[in-house]
């Protein structure tokens, strides 16, 4: 059974950097397409961005281009998230996803993470 678990979660101020960590068990992940998603309160599951399983190619959402980068450890079977110049506008839950098909589309993602809390204050 496919189990993901984020970590790193927490209170960041604007400007600041935060990392996210999503260890994956139960399968390696080093065939599959990996991708971080956020939930802010009353709003929809919004896509942050995606690597691909080998690592050649990554992908962000507009909102945070630039400023977040995916980065994975096959060898650990885990995949980051590394959030700088945040936002009070990242503030949400954030979720690892993993699946076989490489899209921006959360239905293409079988697995997911319960999610880790970002706050940014301003």
């Known amino acids: 059974q496919v189990r993901l678990v984020e970590s790193g979660g927490g209170m960041v101020q604007a400007g600041g950097s935060l990392s996210l960590s999503c260890a994956a068990s139960?399968?390696?992940?080093?065939?599959?397409?990996l991708a971080w998603f956020r939930q802010a309160p009353g709003k929809e599951r919004e896509f942050v961005g995606y690597?691909?399983?080998?690592?050649?190619?990554?992908y962000y959402a507009d909102s945070v281009k630039g400023r977040f980068t995916i980065s994975r450890d096959n060898a650990k079977n885990t995949w980051y998230l590394q959030m700088n110049t945040v936002k009070p506008e990242d503030t949400a839950v954030y979720y690892c996803?993993?699946?076989?098909?490489?899209?921006?589309?959360?239905?293409?993602?079988?697995?997911w993470g319960q999610g880790t809390q970002v706050t940014v204050s301003s």
């Open positions: 139960g399968r390696t992940v080093s065939s599959y397409n």
């Open positions: 690597i691909r399983w080998d690592i050649v190619r990554t």
């Open positions: 996803a993993e699946g076989e098909v490489f899209t921006s589309n959360a239905n293409g993602y079988p697995y």
